[in-house]
């Protein structure tokens, strides 16, 4: 396609240069030749008509070096002539020809005389850049009248003329050149004008050198001279087209003109819907975007619809879609009056398309389907579609267009856009525009799609570390909060937990991993499995993070991580706390509200080695709050870590319902102060926990001491019956009996040298414990006809709600749980 108006102008006073250069400050043709690998051109602007006499069509596919004949060197007594010494420069580099037919892989600049029709030659100063990279392009020629230049003033003495190249930092107003070629190049894509653009911005500028000092570069001039005339003349030639006539003769600039003029708006248009469009990672957002982009400017309507897994948020999707895909309508954007739409395509119905439509058509093929007029036919095939709906009045007599939402070649949804009946209808040129608006769409949607895939699996891996903790545990209440971080992804270290241990007790933890993203989840996960583990050995506070410091240095010494492991004694209403590097806890006490930091040991951060941890014991009363958190809760980048403790120990004072709205007043809490100090929204993850310790009274703990002798049995079965009874647990006496029997029997057996002690704890369930100093964990057997042994655990098992084992630095400890009866559950 021609340009129309390429020119080259040289710049005035107004940029810098001196009045020498100003006096041949003019406008000259420039013409523009593209050339393939091959040698053929492939782009021949106006000027390059005017300045060769050869017309596009005559141009376009033929051999360069053909079609350019360069008729040798200057004559010698030119070189006296009125070029001066310009003529001088013919020969100092490579010629013309030697560029044309792809010898050169540098830039290159010169003059030449070459053989055009209907004139004996044409002296030319020429620029060339040889192209690299997919497209097919490999030389752009720049080329000027050299007579043009010398015309503009005959009194002007010039010591030297001559092309070259310069850096575009060298001058001012080059820039002007790189805004100017994507215009001249209006017959190629975007992204291959683009491409060029940046080549030639790496080679440098093309320039005149007027003496031995001075030098302007070659810049495109887009003013057209005598407006008022050239405005009639395209005002005619656009009635001409529309009137379907052929182009008088003096007219056919104006319609190349015209043609011009609509690429150049398309390829602006584009680009503004490029920056409407993926200022968001939101797919939902997005969705709108894309919608909103093209309704009214290219069309009255637009409806979305994606395929399934794009909208659930899956993988990416697979295979041609057939008949069976299901098809999300996300969005329906629309100029009629608000409402029309809505009841008869609702934005949120998924359906499927058959194979007669034109839906199906672009979604298998991947190409753009254009429909100029829906007849009433077509559009009762459409209408089949929809159920008890009569969609015809919406779309009959409408010009349509379905564009393919695509990525990797793959199909993800595809656009309907419907231009009402009184609007041009949609053209090839638009399908063009549709298929490469479509195409930045999809692009846009799957890097949507892939950032809500990733979120999704981020937080299902984030969920899955963290353990789902049982709202009450033996004499206490727990309520937990993670909040995933803003920054460097969702994913984080941090964690709580809580572990059963033997005598009704509770071990709470909270750990931060330092860092964000995979691998401080998995080092998370790791060390979560790890005092879990420990945990259940009943190993004191010291000795578990002692433990947790050593596991860490042998998985490696890339990751460190802070730890507080509690143990909560509700008999003894103690809690039992060590710290690894952590912020200390919060405690809130029942009796007059007062909150406090616990003063702790600090301790040295898991993974540091070396470092010995200490354990202290803290008495508690019954509703007591402990607050347990990580520091992403009270500290942001710029802040005194003080003011968020402070802010922490504040708000967990404040009275709450509840244990949930507790946790939520304190969130909000620090949110609302660190907003205040301007600090912003906070970027780490963050991990809260908070436990009422509401104690064991003793009345609702019994204990017996058994003799190894299998006598016991009996004198356990019969004091767990009375005790039952005693506190009106009647019903579970007889399962409960049995089961105490079964355990006390196996104790009896296994004891080495101390007593066998039995527990039965009344709280929110029925807890029974056996201790014993033998250190070998029973297991579940199956137990065939004619065993005498294997059955006891077998009917634990059975009977019991819950029941489990569990090491203690003496030996272990067997326990089960039943269910109290509705009218007893405290």
Same mark, same amino acid.
């Given at each position: 396609?021609? !340009?129309?108006?390429? %020119? ?104 030449? %005389? ?65 805004? $100017? ?13 683009? &491409? ?131 098809? !999300? ?119 949507? %799609? ?39 992804? %969702? ?25 964000? $993203? ?13 005092? /879990? ?19 860490? /240095? ?21 809690? !039992? ?32 080695? $070396? ?5 202290? &014991?803290? &008495? ?102 009375? /005790? ?50 033998? !250190? ?51």
């Amino acid at each position: 396609m021609d !340009h129309g108006t390429e %020119r080259g102008e040289l710049p005035g006073p107004s940029t810098g240069y001196g009045a020498a250069e100003y006096a041949v400050a003019g406008r000259i043709p420039l013409a523009v030749v593209v050339v393939d690998r091959d040698g053929l051109v492939s782009h021949w602007s106006r000027g390059a008509r005017q300045l060769f006499g050869v017309p596009r069509e005559g141009a376009l596919g033929r051999s360069a070096i053909d079609l350019l004949p360069v008729s040798g060197a200057l004559p010698e007594e030119d070189e006296a002539g009125p070029y001066g010494a310009y003529a001088a420069y013919d020969g100092l580099g490579p010629d013309l020809e030697t560029s044309l037919d792809g010898r050169l892989s540098y830039p290159a600049a010169g003059r030449a %005389r070459i053989s055009v029709p209907d004139r004996e030659r044409a002296d030319v100063v020429w620029w060339a850049y040889p192209l690299v990279g997919p497209g097919p392009e490999r030389l752009l020629v720049l080329a000027a009248d050299a007579g043009a230049l010398h015309h503009q003033d005959d009194d002007l003495a010039v010591e030297r003329i001559a092309p070259g190249f310069a850096l575009h930092t060298d001058f001012p107003g080059a820039e002007e050149l790189a805004r $100017g070629l994507p215009e001249i190049l209006p017959s190629m894509s975007v992204g291959e004008s683009a &491409r060029i653009v940046s080549q030639v911005l790496e080679l440098g500028y093309p320039v005149l050198e007027f003496s031995q000092n001075d030098r302007v570069p070659v810049t495109p001039d887009w003013g057209v001279p005598r407006r008022a005339e050239r405005k009639a003349r395209r005002a005619r030639a656009e009635r001409a087209v529309a009137a379907g006539q052929p182009l008088p003769e003096d007219l056919r600039d104006e319609g190349e003109d015209l043609e011009y003029v609509a690429v150049r708006e398309r390829l602006e248009f584009l680009n503004e819907v490029s920056g409407r469009i993926g200022t968001s990672l939101d797919l939902a957002q997005t969705i709108v975007e894309v919608s909103k982009a093209v309704v009214p400017r290219f069309t009255d309507v637009a409806g979305t619809y994606l395929r399934e897994q794009v909208v659930a948020g899956e993988g990416f999707p697979e295979g041609v879609p057939d008949t069976t895909t299901m098809w !999300h309508r996300v969005a329906v954007e629309h100029t009629d009056e608000p409402g029309r739409w809505d009841d008869v395509v609702p934005v949120g119905e998924a359906m499927p398309f058959p194979a007669h439509t034109p839906f199906f058509q672009c979604m298998t093929t991947g190409e753009p389907v254009l429909v100029p007029r829906i007849s009433e036919e077509m559009g009762h095939a459409i209408a089949s579609q929809f159920d008890k709906r009569d969609i015809r009045p919406l779309i009959n007599n409408r010009s349509m267009l379905v564009v393919p939402l695509k990525a990797r070649n793959v199909v993800l949804g595809f656009m309907i856009l419907l231009r009402h009946p009184e609007r041009t209808e949609f053209n090839d040129m638009d399908r063009v525009t549709g298929a490469e608006l479509a195409a930045r769409a999809g692009l846009v949607l799957d890097n949507a %799609r892939m950032y809500t895939y990733q979120e999704a699996v981020a937080e299902t891996l984030q969920d899955s570390m963290l353990p789902h903790i049982a709202p009450r545990m033996a004499g206490c209440d727990i309520a937990t909060r993670y909040l995933p971080g803003t920054l460097l992804g %969702r994913v984080g270290g941090d964690w709580f937990d809580s572990v059963k241990l033997p005598g009704a007790r509770t071990a709470l933890v909270v750990g931060d991993v330092m860092g964000h $993203g995979l691998n401080s989840a998995a080092m998370m996960g790791q060390l979560r499995t790890a005092v /879990q583990t420990m945990a259940a050995l009943d190993l004191p506070p010291a000795q578990l993070l002692r433990n947790l410091d050593d596991l860490a /240095q042998r998985l490696g010494d890339t990751y460190l991580a802070t730890c507080l492991y509690a143990v909560y004694d509700p008999i003894a209403s103690e809690l !039992h706390i060590a710290n690894a590097g952590h912020i200390p806890p919060v405690i809130v006490r029942a009796d007059d509200g007062r909150s406090e930091l616990l003063e702790l040991p600090t301790g040295a951060p898991i993974g540091v080695g $070396g470092v010995p941890f200490e354990s202290v &014991r803290v &008495r508690v009363a019954p509703g007591d709050r402990l607050v347990m958190c990580t520091d992403g809760l009270v500290e942001v980048r710029g802040e005194d870590i003080g003011v968020g403790l402070a802010t922490l120990c504040e708000s967990a004072a404040h009275p709450a319902a509840s244990m949930d709205d507790a946790c939520d007043t304190i969130i909000r809490a620090l949110a609302v102060t660190f907003s205040k100090a301007g600090r912003g929204g906070r970027k780490d993850d963050v991990a809260l926990l908070m436990a009422r310790l509401n104690g064991i009274e003793p009345e609702d703990v019994a204990v017996w001491r058994l003799a190894l002798d299998p006598v016991e049995v009996g004198r356990a079965r019969a004091a767990v019956r009375e /005790q039952l009874h005693a506190w009106g647990l009647g019903t579970l006496a007889d399962n409960a009996e049995l089961m105490v029997g079964e355990l006390v029997t196996n104790a009896v057996r296994h004891a080495h040298s101390r007593r066998v002690e039995l527990r039965l704890v009344r709280g929110d369930t029925l807890l029974c414990e056996v201790d014993d100093d033998d !250190h070998t964990l029973p297991t579940l057997l199956s137990a065939g006809p004619g065993d005498e042994f294997g059955r006891g655990l077998r009917v634990v098992s059975t009977l019991a709600r819950e029941w489990g084992t569990s090491r203690t630095n003496g030996g272990k400890t067997v326990w089960f749980e039943l269910t109290l009866p509705r009218t007893r559950r405290r």
